[in-house]
């Protein structure tokens, strides 16, 4: 039987961040729960959310774990490594979530500005890099990066907020040597 990436489509609502927090990007809600799931991390298991320093803001249960940490550039997310995503990522998560600027227009949006754009192909390859065999990692973006060498295409998840609003996908690979 031939490998077959699993497809779907999530229509979710805007998140309002703990403490009424307002942020360019953030996660939309129950994001964080379903990209969890198709990472292959339980709620116990540590999670590394790339370009996404205000994670720990989501304000439902199931989508920030306590063994998860954050890396952003913007040291205003005070996150827990604040380094530029398109250099080496950290190791010993069991998955990687990556939440960058959707394009340059949006890294406008971001206190480093677009000059600090991270290429979505770039990420992913840094992301599984950093994986060990096995591990996830997942992309929100509008591009649907190609897959590094050691990787395998798992899914591609297309992602809205509601009608008159850009489709994003949700896409993950994982490492296989």
């Not at 950290?90 to 500005?113: M, N, Q, R, V």
């Amino acid at each position: 039987m031939s490998y077959r990436p699993l497809t779907d489509i999530w229509i979710l609502a805007r998140a309002k961040l703990k403490g009424g927090r307002k942020y360019y990007g953030a996660y939309l809600g129950g994001f964080p729960e379903r990209a969890r799931s198709l990472l292959g991390a339980s709620i116990t298991e540590p999670v590394l959310h790339v370009c996404g320093g205000l994670a720990r803001l989501y304000p439902y249960k199931g989508g920030f774990g306590a063994n998860d940490k954050t890396l952003d550039m913007d040291a205003g997310t005070a996150p827990d490594y604040q380094r530029d995503a398109r250099e080496a990522i950290p190791t010993g998560f069991k998955a990687i979530l990556c939440d960058p600027p959707y394009s340059e227009a949006d890294a406008e949006h971001w206190p480093t500005g677009a000059a600090t754009y991270p290429s979505p192909g770039k990420l992913v390859a840094n992301c599984i890099e950093a994986l060990p065999v096995g591990g996830r990692v997942g992309i929100i973006h509008y591009m649907l990066p190609k897959a590094p060498k050691n990787s395998k295409f798992i899914a591609c998840v297309g992602v809205i907020s509601g009608f008159n609003n850009r489709i994003r996908c949700f896409s993950v690979w994982e490492r296989t040597s």
